[in-house]
C-alpha cells in the first residue's frame, strides 16, 4: 500500500502562485507514476500534470502549460505541482494520485492510489 499526503494549498488572488506538495509513503514500488488531478464543483476530474511511465516522461495538461510546472523529488519521494499566474478558473480540490502502470496520465482510472486532497482557491 502506498499513502499519499497532500499539502501546500490555500486561497490567493488570481495572478498569484502556489506550490503543492505530495508526499509518498509506504510500500512504495520501484518505479511510481505521480500526478496531480484537481476537481471543481459540479465538474469531472481532471488530469492536471503527472510523471508517468515509470516517471520517465511528463504530462502537463493545456489549460495548464506555460503556467504550471511537475517537479519531483526521487530521493524524498515527493512531487511538486508550481503553480503561477493562477486563474480563478484553477479554483478546484487538487488531488495527488499515483499508479505503478500508468500509460495514461491523465486518465484517472490508471491510478492505484489517491490522497485526501488539497483546496486551491483563486479569487479575482
Known amino acids: 500500500q502506498v499513502q499519499l499526503a497532500e499539502s501546500g494549498g490555500d486561497s490567493v488572488q488570481a495572478g498569484g502562485s502556489l506550490r503543492l506538495s505530495c508526499t509518498a509513503s509506504?510500500?512504495?514500488?520501484?518505479?511510481?507514476?505521480m500526478g496531480w488531478f484537481r476537481q471543481a464543483p459540479g465538474k469531472e476530474r481532471e488530469g492536471v500534470a503527472a510523471f508517468y511511465g515509470g516517471g520517465l516522461s511528463t504530462f502537463h495538461a493545456d489549460s495548464v502549460k506555460g503556467r504550471f510546472t511537475i517537479s519531483q523529488d526521487n530521493a524524498k519521494n515527493t512531487v511538486y505541482l508550481e503553480m503561477n499566474s493562477l486563474k480563478v478558473e484553477d479554483t478546484a480540490m487538487y488531488y495527488c494520485?499515483?499508479?505503478?502502470?500508468?500509460?495514461?496520465?491523465?486518465?484517472?482510472?490508471?491510478?492505484?492510489?489517491w490522497g485526501q486532497g488539497t483546496q486551491v482557491t483563486v479569487s479575482s
Open positions: 494520485a499515483a499508479g505503478s502502470m500508468v500509460a495514461v496520465p491523465d486518465l484517472a482510472l490508471e491510478y492505484n492510489y
Open positions: 509506504g510500500q512504495i514500488p520501484r518505479r511510481l507514476s
